[in-house]
Nanobody
């Protein structure tokens, strides 16, 4: 069974940084494109960063230049480095493979990020 476990969230002041990690199990991780998603209260879950199997990355405009996604295939881990955090980044953050995410499969518990003075 595929499983993703997210960690690293917390409460941080505006302008601060956090590093989120996601550990995968039950899949050939190196063959799977991965993404970080977030869901703010009252909003739909959205894809904000993507890393392909060749490590090419893409970002939503809202996080471009502030967030960096990376992957370590040996550790089956995908990481999201978040800098210059803003209050509007407050959300629950999840990782998933876009192919499974679109089918509503294998969502983890997520990790809460709160940005507040």
């Amino acid at each position: 069974q595929v499983q993703f476990v997210e960690s690293g969230g917390g409460l941080v002041q505006p302008g601060g940084s956090l590093r989120l990690s996601c550990v995968a199990s039950g899949t050939e991780f190196s063959h799977v494109p991965m993404g970080w998603y977030r869901q703010a209260p009252g909003n739909q879950r959205e894809l904000i960063a993507h890393v392909g199997v060749e490590r090419l990355t893409n970002y939503d405009d809202s996080v471009k230049g502030r967030f960096t996604i990376s992957r370590d295939n040996a550790k089956k881990t995908v990481t999201l480095q978040m800098n210059h955090l803003k209050p509007e980044d407050t959300a629950i953050y999840y990782c998933n493979a876009p192919g499974w995410a679109s089918q509503g499969k294998f969502w983890g518990q997520g990790t809460q990020v709160s940005v507040s003075p």
